[in-house]
């Protein structure tokens, strides 16, 4: 089972998941999207890819975020495992009201 991670509000309204050694970023206006449109967001991650020997930065799409079927929950699927955070908790940290909150685990094999 995933350990519990930590959404948090992040300089420029960028939201940051942390699970574990795991750091993922969801971009403000993929936000946005979520929760007014209702829309699947990508959940992204930076990483460091070595060309020759010189470091280069790389974001690739490491998962999703969206809203659950009844509409209280945001569910974040990652390659570290997937999430649940009440759907208040995390308008509060994207709008910079909360600093971070925690993200729950789900349970292998059931769905939000």
Known sequence: MPEPGTLAYGSGGTLHVAVDAEHY?????????LLFSGRVVPIQ???VVRDGGM???QTTIE???????????VV?????????????S???VARGEAASAPLFPLIPGVTG
Not at 25 to 33: G, L, S
Not at 63 to 73: D, E, Q, Y
Not at 76 to 88: D, E, Q
Request: one cysteine or more; a positive charge.
């Open 25 to 33: 970023r969801i971009e403000p206006e993929d936000a946005k999207h």
């Open 63 to 73: 998962g999703h975020a969206a809203v659950n079927c009844t509409g209280k929950a």
């Open 45 to 47: 991650q930076d990483c």
């Open 90 to 92: 995390f308008q509060r």
């Open 76 to 88: 974040l699927h990652t390659r570290a495992g997937s999430f649940i955070i009440p759907l208040v």
């Open 55 to 57: 470091p280069m930065g």
